[in-house]
C-alpha cells in the first residue's frame, strides 16, 4: 500500500516536473524548425514566470497570470528575434545575452516592487481539473489526468503541432526554412518572417511554461526560479529528434529524472540532496553524449540568413 | 578605408557603452529611482577613492579578466565555451581543497599547487563537453551550461559534506593556511598578486595569439575550419580541443585566485555569475586580450559601484546583471548595423568584395565543418 502511494507521488511529480519541461521544448522545437536557436528560452520562462506572477496577483486570476506569462515570454523572444532574426547578429551569444537579460530584468522589477529581501508571495494557483472516467484509472489516473489546466495543453499540443508541421502547407514552408532558406526563399516564403513568428510562438509556450512554474508549481515567485530549464528544453528538444511527439516524451522523461528523488526519499534511501539537484543536467549530458549520433538537426540551424559578407 | 575599418571594434565599443547608459538612465527613470543619484554613487563606488579602486574594482576585476580571457581564446576558435562559470567553480573547489589537504608540501610549494590543480580543475571541466564536441559531435553551447549546473551543486555538496568547515556549522570551507595565500601587491589595500597574474596573461596571450605559430592556427580555424585544414594545412580538431582546454583551464585559474587571493575558503554562490559576464567582457573587448584587460576592469567598476548603489541610492544590485545584458545586446546589434552600413545595399558584388571579420568576430557565417553543430 505504501509503495503504490510512492509511485502515484513520484508519476504525479513527474507530470507536474515534466510539464513546464515540455511546454518550453514544444515551443522551441516550432522556433528550431524554423532554422532559429533560441538560447534565451531560460529568459523567456522567467519573464513567464514573473508577468504570470504580477498577472495572477493584479486580476486574482491564475488563467489570466498564464495569458499574461505568455506574452511577457513573448516580448522578450521578441527582443532576441529582433537582433538575431531583424539583424542577423549571431544567435547563440544573443540567446545567452537575453537570458541573462532576462534573469536581470526580472529580479529588477521583482525587487523594485517587493523589496530587496523580498516577500514570499502567496498567489492564486491554477484548479486542477479532474477528466471524467480517466482520472478514475487505478495508479495512472490522478497523475496524469487529474492536473492543472496547462498540462492537457501539453497533451493536445504534440498531435497539434505534429499535425502542423509535417501535414499542411504551412508547416512544411516553416521546415523549408529551416532547411534551405534560399530554396525556400525562391518558392516565395517569406524566410524571416516565418522565423521571427516561430521565435515568437517558443518566446510564447516559455512564458506559459514559466507562469505555470509560478501559479500550478509552487504558488510564489522566486528569483532565477528558471534553474536552467531553458537549457533542458533545449537538450530535450535535440532528445525529441526536433519531433513533437518525442519531445513530450522525452519532457515527460527528465521529469521522471528530477522527480526521482521524492522517491528515494520514500524508500528512505540517505543520499545528499545536492546529488538529486544534479541529477537532471548529468543526466541530460548523459542522453546527449548517447543520442545525438542519431539525431539530425535542421539544415539551416543557427546560420544567420541571408548570409552577408 | 582600411583605417576605418581597422577603428569599427573601438566605434562599435563606445557606442555600445553609450547606449547602455542611456538605456539604464531610462529603466531608472522609469523604476522610479533618482538617476543622478544612482549614477553618481555607481562612479563614487567604484573609482570614488583609492580604497574603492584597489580594494573594490581592481579586486573584482580580477576573476572577470581572467574568464573574460577564457572566453576571448575559446571564441577566437570558434569554441562556443559558455561554461567558464562551472570551469571557475571546479577550479575553486580544486584550489581549496589542494590548500587544505596538501599541507606537507613546503611552504614555498602550496600556492603554485594550489593555481596548479585550478588550472586542472578548470581543463578537466572543460573536456567533458570538448570530448563531446570532437568524439560524439554534441555541439559545445549546451553542454557547457549544463555542466555550469553540475558544478555549482558539487560546490554546494562539498561545502555541506566532505569540504566543510570544523566546526561544521555554516555551508563553507575552512580558510586556507597563510601559504597557501596570494601575496598582497599594495600596503593598505586588498589588492593581491592575482591582478598581476592576470595582467601578464593579457599580455602574453596577446602576443601568443599576435606571433607564435600555434596562435595563428587558433585564428585560422575560428576563421573557417575548410580554409585553415586546407590552405594552412592546420588540424583544426587539434587546435579546437587544445584551444577548449587552454580555456577551461584559465576559468579554473580564477577560481584558484579568487580563493587564493580575496575568500581564502569555498561557500556556495562564490561567484556572482562571473562566467557569463565574462562573455560580455570578452566581446566588449573585441576577443582582443589586451582589450578585456580594459573590459574586465570596467565591468570590476561596474560591480563595485553596483554595491554602492544599492546601498546609497536603494538601487538593487541585480541591475548590474540586466546592464551587462544590454552590453552584450548593443555591442552585437551595433556590430552588424556598422557592417551593413558599410556595404552599399543591393549591390551583390560589394558583397562579395568585403572580407570578413572586422569588429568583434561574432558572425560565424562562415563555413563550418560537416556535422559541425552548436546544439
Not at chain 1, 532554422?35 to 504570470?52: F, K, M, Q, T, W
Not at chain 1, 522525452?250 to 526519499?265: I, K, V, Y
Not at chain 2, 580604497?51 to 581572467?66: G, K, M
Request: with cysteine.
Amino acid at each position: 500500500m505504501f509503495e503504490a502511494l510512492a509511485w502515484v507521488a513520484f508519476l504525479e511529480a513527474s507530470v507536474r516536473l515534466g510539464v513546464p519541461l515540455a511546454l518550453a521544448a514544444l515551443g522551441e522545437t516550432i522556433t528550431e524548425r524554423s532554422g532559429v536557436i533560441n538560447i534565451g528560452l531560460e529568459g523567456s520562462i522567467i519573464a513567464g514566470a514573473l508577468g504570470g506572477a504580477l498577472g495572477a496577483l493584479a486580476t486574482g486570476s491564475a488563467g489570466t497570470g498564464i495569458l499574461l506569462g505568455g506574452v511577457a515570454g513573448m516580448a522578450v523572444a521578441g527582443v532576441f528575434a529582433a537582433l538575431a532574426i531583424g539583424l542577423g547578429t549571431d544567435q547563440i551569444i544573443t540567446g545567452t545575452a537575453v537570458t541573462l537579460g532576462g534573469l536581470g530584468v526580472t529580479g529588477a522589477v521583482y525587487q523594485a516592487r517587493f523589496g530587496v529581501t523580498g516577500t514570499a508571495l502567496s498567489l492564486p494557483t491554477l484548479d486542477r481539473w479532474s477528466v471524467p472516467v480517466l482520472s478514475d484509472i487505478p495508479m495512472l489516473g490522478s497523475p496524469l489526468f487529474d492536473q492543472p489546466p496547462t498540462t492537457y495543453l501539453v497533451y493536445a499540443l504534440g498531435p497539434i503541432l505534429w499535425y502542423w508541421l509535417f501535414r499542411t502547407s504551412w508547416g512544411l514552408e516553416l521546415r523549408a526554412a529551416g532547411e534551405a532558406p534560399d530554396a525556400a526563399r525562391a518558392a516565395g516564403v517569406r524566410v524571416l518572417k516565418v522565423r521571427a513568428v516561430a521565435a515568437l510562438f517558443g518566446g510564447l509556450l516559455a512564458g506559459v511554461a514559466g507562469a505555470h512554474l509560478a501559479l500550478a508549481h509552487t504558488g510564489t515567485f522566486a528569483e532565477n526560479m528558471s534553474a536552467g530549464r531553458g537549457f533542458i528544453a533545449i537538450a530535450v528538444v535535440v532528445l525529441g529528434r526536433w519531433h513533437p511527439g518525442w519531445v513530450v516524451v522525452a519532457a515527460m522523461f527528465f521529469g521522471a529524472a528530477s522527480a526521482l528523488q521524492f522517491l528515494l526519499q520514500a524508500f528512505g534511501l540517505d543520499v545528499p540532496y545536492q546529488l538529486f539537484l544534479a541529477l537532471p543536467y548529468v543526466l541530460t549530458l548523459a542522453a546527449l553524449a548517447g543520442w545525438v549520433g542519431r539525431a539530425t538537426a535542421p539544415a539551416a540551424l543557427a546560420l544567420p540568413w541571408p548570409r552577408r559578407r | 578605408m582600411p583605417d576605418r575599418r581597422r577603428l569599427a571594434p573601438l566605434y562599435v565599443a563606445a557606442g555600445a557603452l553609450v547606449l547602455t547608459a542611456v538605456l539604464l538612465a531610462l529603466g531608472l527613470v522609469l523604476g522610479g529611482y533618482d538617476p543622478h543619484a544612482a549614477l553618481s554613487a555607481l562612479v563614487r563606488g567604484a573609482f570614488g577613492s583609492r580604497d574603492a579602486f584597489l580594494s573594490v574594482t581592481l579586486v573584482r576585476a580580477v576573476p572577470l579578466i581572467l574568464t573574460g580571457l577564457a572566453v576571448a581564446l575559446a571564441f577566437r576558435a570558434g569554441v562556443w565555451n559558455i561554461g567558464a562559470e562551472g570551469q571557475l567553480y571546479a577550479g575553486a573547489i580544486a584550489g581549496v581543497w589542494v590548500g587544505l589537504t596538501a599541507s606537507w608540501l613546503p611552504a614555498w610549494a602550496l600556492l603554485p599547487a594550489v593555481l596548479g590543480a585550478s588550472l586542472l580543475a578548470g581543463a578537466t571541466w572543460a573536456l567533458v563537453p570538448a570530448m563531446m564536441k570532437l568524439k560524439l559531435g554534441v555541439g559545445e553551447v549546451i553542454t557547457t551550461i549544463l555542466m555550469n549546473f553540475v558544478a555549482i551543486h558539487a560546490a554546494s555538496f562539498m561545502v555541506r559534506g566532505p569540504l566543510q568547515e570544523s566546526r561544521g556549522v555554516f555551508p563553507q570551507t575552512d580558510a586556507v593556511g597563510p601559504a597557501a595565500r596570494l601575496p598582497l601587491l599594495v600596503d593598505g589595500s586588498r589588492l593581491h598578486g592575482g591582478f598581476l597574474l592576470a595582467v601578464l596573461l593579457c599580455l602574453g596571450l596577446w602576443a601568443f595569439l599576435r606571433w607564435s605559430r600555434a596562435g595563428f592556427a587558433v585564428r585560422a580555424v575560428g576563421g573557417s575550419v575548410e580554409v585553415a585544414e586546407v590552405a594552412g594545412r592546420i588540424r583544426s580538431r587539434k587546435v579546437v580541443g587544445a584551444t577548449f582546454l587552454a580555456s577551461g583551464a584559465l576559468a579554473g585559474l580564477a577560481g584558484g585566485v579568487e580563493v587564493s587571493g580575496v575568500t581564502f575558503a569555498l561557500y556556495e554562490n562564490l561567484s556572482p555569475g562571473w562566467g557569463y559576464t565574462a562573455i560580455a567582457v570578452a566581446l566588449l573587448a573585441g576577443l582582443n586580450p589586451i582589450g578585456v584587460l580594459v573590459t574586465g576592469t570596467f565591468f570590476g567598476a561596474l560591480q563595485a559601484g553596483a554595491g554602492a548603489m544599492q546601498r546609497s541610492a536603494g538601487v538593487p544590485a541585480v541591475w548590474v546583471v540586466a546592464v551587462e545584458a544590454l552590453v552584450i545586446l548593443a555591442v552585437l546589434g551595433l556590430d552588424q548595423a556598422w557592417r551593413r552600413a558599410m556595404v552599399p545595399r543591393g549591390s551583390a558584388v560589394a558583397h562579395r568584395a568585403l572580407p570578413e571579420g572586422s569588429g568583434p568576430k561574432t558572425d560565424r557565417s562562415g563555413e563550418r565543418g560537416p556535422g559541425d553543430s552548436d546544439v
